[in-house]
């Protein structure tokens, strides 16, 4: 019996890759497999853009072990939100009033950015293993962002006075994972900070960075930000092999 390999020279690469790589030919076209299993995976980059986080649920979940507060961008609604980046990236102004400054350390911002379906499936869980390895950390309310980027939290940190803000946000998603979660680190939160002046940690899902080894090196990032006084691309990860490992819940 032939070998399936001698005879498909890509299955090896495909068996250690999502790529689409040799997808083979019928007449003019892919074969019918290749092409509804791309529709089926733009199908579901769409649905993750276009999701929506049932934060009134995750408020409730996360408020029971940790006080959480609900704030909105100044993006009205989704497809707002899609044409005016600039507006995901500043809380809407009646809810700053509401929110009281304190003395924090670390201040967590949950926000569905372009992947619901990433915010949904592991922001809590990376949330919770973050906070379970803090310690002595005085960690700020949590914050949910509805319609919101990344520069959210700057604002929002800012306004809690909280002296690191670490933004958990769904990521664009792609065609081959539509649900990978990010997490941006940035010490000093005020509005006006650059992308060069935070630290991002990505591709946190289930076939990407393991929950309790990001959790490991979100943690890691606060501490040495915390230490340094800075984030971005002064602040290097340098953690060796054995703190990577995943901790015991």
Not at 8 to 30: C, E, Q, Y
Not at 72 to 84: C, F
Not at 223 to 238: C, F, P, Q, S, Y
């Amino acid at each position: 019996m032939s070998n399936p390999i001698d005879l498909d020279p890509f299955a090896r690469f495909r068996a250690v890759t999502r790529a689409r790589i040799g997808l083979g030919r019928a007449g003019d076209s892919l074969p019918i497999r290749a092409v509804l299993d791309f529709q089926l995976a733009h199908a579901r980059a769409r649905d993750a853009v276009h999701g929506h986080v049932d934060f009134a649920a995750m408020a409730e979940r996360i408020g029971a072990k940790h006080p959480a507060i609900r704030l909105r961008s100044r993006a009205a609604d989704r497809p707002t939100y899609l044409a005016r980046p600039d507006l995901g990236r500043r809380v809407e102004p009646a809810a700053l009033a509401g929110i009281e400054a304190g003395d924090w350390d670390v201040a967590f911002v949950i926000a569905d950015g372009l992947s619901a379906a990433a915010v949904e499936a592991h922001a809590e869980i990376v949330l919770s293993a973050c906070l379970r390895r803090l310690g002595d950390l005085r960690t700020a309310p949590v914050v949910l962002g509805e319609q919101a980027r990344v520069a959210f939290g700057d604002e929002a940190g800012e306004a809690l006075g909280a002296r690191i803000v670490v933004v958990l946000i769904g990521e664009r998603p792609g065609l081959s994972v539509p649900d990978s979660l990010g997490a941006y680190l940035t010490f000093g939160p005020k509005v006006g900070r650059r992308d060069s002046e935070r630290n991002c940690l990505s591709n946190i899902h289930a076939d990407g960075l393991a929950h309790e080894v990001a959790a490991d090196k979100i943690v890691w990032l606060i501490r040495e930000a915390l230490r340094l006084g800075l984030t971005g691309v002064e602040l290097k990860e340098d953690m060796t092999g054995a703190a990577l490992l995943p901790s015991a819940p």
